[in-house]
């Protein structure tokens, strides 16, 4: 009888050890599992900083880029353009240029599609200006055209703001 006492105890005992060691081993897993949860909405809130630091740049920087292109053929049509003028839109060409790289690697598609019409109409229009600034338009460009062909970038500044507002859940407000 004392050894059936005995293997009562040490199952008694084992199964002790046994539970607890589960029940380590399952809080083990629900703390890693909760970890990973943190992590994770941690990485989709950097995502959409990100984005959200890029995407306002891009449209700050698209528009001054247009504001500039504006002024400059106003410029043109008043008087001699001068090196400062120049340095002016160049600026703010350069400035598009390196948001718009940027936002190459991290906008999705539907951002990124109305981005590179924003950029093809902006990088269009200014060598529109240059060339006329230097005197050697190309066929049927004019500083009417050009000016007409700046205005036009508005609308697909606002097609490209909506997109990315869409992106980041934000209602377009206009």
């Known amino acids: 009888m004392e050894i059936g006492s005995m293997v009562i105890a040490a199952?008694?005992?084992?199964?002790?050890?046994?539970?607890?060691?589960?029940?380590?081993l399952g809080a083990t897993r629900a703390?890693?599992?909760?970890?990973?949860?943190?992590?994770?909405?941690?990485?989709?809130?950097?995502n959409l900083l990100l984005r959200r630091t890029c995407y306002a740049g891009l449209?700050?920087?698209?528009?001054?880029?247009?504001?500039?292109?504006?002024?400059?053929?106003?410029?043109?049509?008043e008087r001699q353009v001068e090196d400062?003028?120049?340095?002016?839109?160049?600026?703010a060409k350069d400035?598009?240029?390196?948001?718009?790289?940027?936002a190459q690697m991290i906008a999705p598609g539907p951002v990124l599609t109305p981005a590179t019409v924003v950029n093809h109409a902006l990088t269009d229009v200014y060598g529109q200006v240059k060339r006329l600034e230097r005197g050697e338009p190309a066929p049927g460009e004019s500083m009417e055209a050009a000016a007409e062909a700046q205005q036009g970038i508005w609308g697909s500044l606002?097609?490209?703001?909506?997109?990315?507002?869409?992106?980041?859940?934000?209602?377009?407000?206009?």
């Open 31 to 46: 703390k890693r599992r909760e970890i990973e949860l943190v992590h994770g909405h941690d990485a989709v809130r950097e």
């Open 95 to 102: 400035a598009f240029r390196d948001q718009y790289s940027e």
């Open 59 to 77: 449209n700050r920087d698209a528009r001054q880029f247009t504001t500039a292109l504006n002024r400059h053929l106003h410029t043109m049509r």
């Open 84 to 91: 400062a003028d120049r340095t002016v839109l160049d600026a």
């Open 11 to 24: 199952v008694g005992v084992a199964g002790t050890l046994g539970g607890t060691l589960l029940t380590q």
């Open 158 to 174: 606002r097609v490209m703001r909506a997109a990315m507002r869409a992106d980041l859940g934000v209602p377009d407000g206009g």
